[in-house]
């Protein structure tokens, strides 16, 4: 699994894109990737739905998986999104020029990134993955599962054989047997709740708030360097943005997001959504606390051979002035 982000990161250069001048255009565009999980929509309805109107930046928001996402930010075909923290880590070990500017997605109490597994398969405890086969999405490597299954459980994670897949795959996979339990967050955690196929083993929220106190942030907000250096007040404007967006949240109606999702994905469950509106948050932001999650996934990401060494947090978090 390693090797599939690395090889990844080693074979593509950084490209730079061109920005027109202040003189021709006053406004600039940036590119912005997000996932298409429910959750998203909830943080990012204000903006996709122009309730919300930058002042002094253009956002295009690109709608697509995070495997996806984190291939064009390394090729550097996108400017910026809401990127995997251990591409980023392992990006930012590497050398490559994209920096986080704030968290994107946080797991809190319930839903998302949990391992389930087939409800048939020999798994009761998180001792029982031992000697089995554990499904993650491509470009994901699953450090605080890691984290948890040793620190907690006293699982040897080096006898788990983790296999990467398409997210999308992964559900289709453990049914037909050929992995005994798999990584699963957004849209398709909430699927399984209600499948008789499979149980819930533990999820990563509320297991790692025993362990640390504090909540796991899975995706930060990360964005090419040199958008920095030549646009600084536009990458300003895209956090304002983006935290605008977040407020709008608090007080529209959860039906207008449903609406909008299903407008735009062509399908979903309306009472599925409705109840999947909690679990992940995005508040674009490096608070205390979130700063020092990440001080431990730096941690957790040398023992697991993520990184050779462990990154401290100013080369791994960058605040605008």
């Known amino acids: 699994m390693r090797r599939t982000v690395l090889g990844l990161l080693a074979a593509v250069s950084v490209l730079g894109l061109p920005w027109a001048s202040p003189a021709t255009e006053v406004a600039p565009t940036i590119s912005f990737g997000h996932t ?31 495997g996806q996402i984190d291939n064009l930010m390394v090729a550097g075909r996108l400017d910026a ?21 704030a968290s994107a997605v946080a797991q809190t109490e319930q839903g998302t990134n949990s391992i389930w597994f087939p409800a048939r398969a020999p798994v009761r405890t998180p001792r029982d993955l031992e000697g089995k ?40 996979l453990m049914d037909k047997g050929e992995l005994d339990a798999a990584i699963l967050w957004g849209d398709f955690y909430y699927k399984s709740l209600n499948d008789p196929r499979f149980r819930l083993l533990f999820q ?77 948050t995005m508040d674009f932001t490096f608070t205390p ?10 941690g ?10 462990k990154l401290s947090l100013k080369e791994l978090v960058f605040e605008l002035d």
């Not at 499904?135 to 040793?150: D, Q, R, S």
């Not at 606390?289 to 730096?298: F, N």
């Not at 957790?300 to 060494?309: I, N, P, Q």
């Open 204 to 280: 990563i929220g509320p297991e790692i708030k025993r362990m640390s106190g504090v909540y796991p942030v899975v995706q930060l907000t990360v964005i090419q360097e040199r958008v920095v250096r030549e646009r600084p007040q536009a990458v300003k404007a895209l956090l304002g943005a983006l935290r605008a967006s977040r407020d709008y949240a608090k007080t529209a109606n959860v039906e207008d997001f449903i609406d909008l999702y299903l407008r735009r994905r062509g399908e979903g469950d309306r009472d599925l959504l409705r109840r999947s509106t909690t679990g992940a």
């Open 289 to 298: 606390e979130e700063k020092r999650y990440i001080e431990t996934y730096a």
């Open 81 to 101: 999104g809401a990127m995997s923290i251990s591409t980023y880590m392992i990006g930012r070990a590497k050398g490559f020029p994209y920096v986080a500017i």
């Open 133 to 172: 086969r554990v499904g993650v999405a491509v470009a994901t490597e699953n450090v605080p599962h890691k984290g948890i299954l040793k620190h907690r459980y006293g699982v040897d994670v080096d006898k788990i054989t983790w296999i990467p897949k398409e997210l999308p795959l992964l559900v289709a």
């Open 300 to 309: 957790w990401a040398k023992e697991f051979g993520l990184v050779d060494r």
């Open 36 to 66: 298409p999980h429910f959750s998203n929509y909830i943080f990012l309805y204000g903006l996709m739905a122009g309730k919300i109107r930058p002042q002094g930046v253009r956002i295009e928001l690109k709608e697509m998986w995070s």
